[in-house]
C-alpha cells in the first residue's frame, strides 16, 4: 500500500489504513524554537522566481507548513520515536524505514524539522488550517498569526508512515496545531546592530498638536530559496 500523507486529510488515510487508529501518532513537541513558518495563509514555492509566494488553498501546490530546530540529542530522539511508530504501523509491503521526510542535521550541529499540511485534497476539498494559539491557549488572529523564525513555542503533528515516489520509506509529519509563546516579528539579519534602551516619550500634553501618520506594519520577507530536498512532493 502506497501512503501519500502530504495530500491527504487524516480520515482520508484512516479510510486507506484499513480503521487502524495505530497508524496514526499524535506528538506534542515543546520548547521549539521556530523556521520559516508559513500559517498565516496557504503558501506554495514559485519555481521562476525561487522563492514562496501566498496564495489560496485551492492553489496547485498550497500548503501550511512550520520548522522547527532542536538539539541533536532531541532530534535523535524524534527520529527514533517516528522509526519505531513506522516498523510499528509500516504495511508489510513498504519498504525499510529510511528518513524522516523534511529532517535535516545542519552546520551548527542542531536537527531542523518540518510539518505541513496541504490547503485542499485531491478530491478538492479545502482543509481546514491548522489551529494557532498563543500561551493562554486563545487563538492567533490577524496579523499575530505573521509571527517570523526566533518565534518560540509548542507544535502538535500526526506521525504516519509513508513512502515517497522514489521509493523511500520514512515518515512523514503532518502538522494539526501551533501554540506560540514568543513571538518574533523583527527584521531579519539585525544581529549587525546593538540594542539600546528605548528613552521614555513625552507625555501628550508636551507633544506638537499636528498628528503623526502611522506607520504601517512590518511585514515578513520572502525566503531567499525554500528548502525543497525533503519535501514530499505528493
Not at 532531541?74 to 509491503?93: F, M, R
Not at 492567533?140 to 520509506?169: C, H, N, Q, Y
Amino acid at each position: 500500500m502506497r501512503y501519500g500523507i502530504a495530500s491527504k486529510t487524516v480520515e482520508e488515510l484512516f479510510t486507506m489504513s484499513n480503521g487502524n487508529r495505530d497508524a496514526f501518532k499524535r506528538v506534542v513537541l515543546k520548547g521549539l524554537t521556530f523556521q520559516w513558518p508559513r500559517v498565516d495563509s496557504c503558501y506554495r514555492f514559485n519555481t521562476n522566481e525561487q522563492r514562496s509566494e501566498k496564495c489560496q488553498s485551492s492553489a496547485a501546490g498550497a500548503s501550511w507548513s512550520i520548522g522547527w530546530s532542536m538539539s541533536r540529542e532531541d532530534g535523535d530522539k524524534l527520529v527514533a520515536d517516528a522509526k519505531a511508530h513506522y516498523e510499528a504501523t509500516a504495511d508489510k509491503n513498504m519498504p525499510e524505514f529510511g528518513k524522516v521526510f523534511g529532517a535535516k542535521l545542519m552546520d551548527d550541529g542542531t536537527m531542523s524539522f518540518r510539518a505541513k499540511k496541504n490547503g485542499s485534497t485531491r478530491n478538492g476539498d479545502m482543509n481546514e488550517p491548522p489551529t494557532l494559539v498563543n500561551g493562554a491557549k486563545q487563538k492567533l488572529t490577524g496579523e499575530e498569526t505573521s509571527f517570523w523564525t526566533d518565534s518560540k513555542g509548542s507544535v502538535r503533528i500526526t506521525m504516519f508512515a509513508a513512502k515517497s515516489p522514489s521509493g523511500d520509506g520514512g515518515v512523514s509529519f503532518l502538522l494539526d496545531a501551533v501554540q506560540v509563546t514568543e513571538f518574533n516579528f523583527g527584521g531579519e539579519g539585525m544581529d549587525d546592530f546593538d540594542d539600546h534602551p528605548v528613552a521614555a516619550s513625552r507625555p501628550l500634553s508636551e507633544r506638537a498638536a499636528a498628528p503623526v501618520p502611522p506607520v504601517p506594519p512590518v511585514k515578513q520577507s520572502a525566503a531567499i530559496k525554500e528548502i525543497m530536498e525533503d519535501e514530499i512532493p505528493f
